[in-house]
């Protein structure tokens, strides 16, 4: 490990770029600042994806040309309303949320948004909202976006690819937390459950998977990304 004033330094310059970025090729964006704004003022964490990453998820979709969106972990909806903003006329975004007090902030900023229409909040455990979609036989979503609890992201695959299509792509969140994933004897919940989740994409032949670390506002983690090739 680098000393940790070296550490503090690359924070300071990953934040100072991803402002750069952002001024450079972002317009200014007053829905997403309200939504942080209300995410602040209600008390919610600050664990949102950054802005850059936020544009990033929006580019996916349009390049998956994704018609339905599925969200596991909606906080205030700033990823849900970068994820929505992507989907053509009549798509659909479901996202789930355990906690009510998130919900209610986040179905505040996505009505501001002007993607009420398009985006359905489920309230619950994960687990059983998956369940329920399952059971309500409804059409394979075309990106799947894991970022609830992290320890639960092994859980979330088997139903992540139920929901799927072969071409789906299925997008995890913080799979890289600080670099701990690469310590095979951390033992915090999320980089066990991260590197879980790693391990089983890695063992699943209908995956083509890759990861990609990201430094910003938000720190250091990362992605892993799953495209479905077959079911
Ligand atoms: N995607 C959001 C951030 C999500 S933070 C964004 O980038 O803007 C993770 C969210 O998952 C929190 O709101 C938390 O309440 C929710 N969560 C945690 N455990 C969950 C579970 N078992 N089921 C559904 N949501 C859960
Ligand atoms: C945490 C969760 C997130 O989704 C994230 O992007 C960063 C941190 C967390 O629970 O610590
Ligand atoms: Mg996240």
């Known amino acids: 490990m680098p000393p940790a004033d070296s550490l503090t330094r ?8 991803d402002r750069y970025v952002a001024e450079t ?11 942080l ?4 003022a209600a008390n919610l964490p600050a664990i949102d994806v950054s802005p850059t990453q936020g544009r990033f998820l929006q580019l996916l979709a349009q390049v998956q040309r994704a018609h339905r969106i599925l969200e596991i972990g909606t906080l205030g909806g700033y990823s849900t309303i970068c994820l929505a903003r992507a989907l053509p006329p009549g798509g659909q975004l479901v996202t789930l949320e ?13 009505a501001h948004a002007g993607l009420a229409h398009a ?11 998956l369940a329920q979609l399952h059971a309500e036989r409804v059409d394979p979503f075309d990106l799947i976006f894991i970022d609830a609890d992290k320890p639960g992201y092994p859980d979330y695959l088997p139903w992540a690819l139920k929901l799927s299509r072969p071409g789906t792509l299925i997008l995890a969140d913080n799979v890289i937390r600080d670099g701990g994933v690469a310590d095979p004897n951390n033992t915090d919940p999320a980089v066990v459950g991260a590197r879980r989740y790693l391990e089983m994409l890695a063992a699943d032949p209908r995956l083509s ?9 938000k720190g250091y983690d990362g992605f892993a990304f799953a495209h479905v090739l077959s079911l």
């Open 25 to 35: 090729l972002m317009a200014p964006d007053p829905v997403l600042d309200a939504a």
């Open 10 to 17: 690359s924070e300071a310059l990953w934040t100072a770029v």
């Open 98 to 110: 355990l906690d009510p007090r998130h919900a209610k902030v986040a179905l505040a900023n996505i």
């Open 209 to 217: 998977t890759a990861v990609m670390q990201t430094v910003g506002s």
């Open 37 to 40: 704004a209300a995410n602040t």
């Open 119 to 129: 985006v359905e909040l489920r309230l619950g455990p994960a687990l059983q909202s």
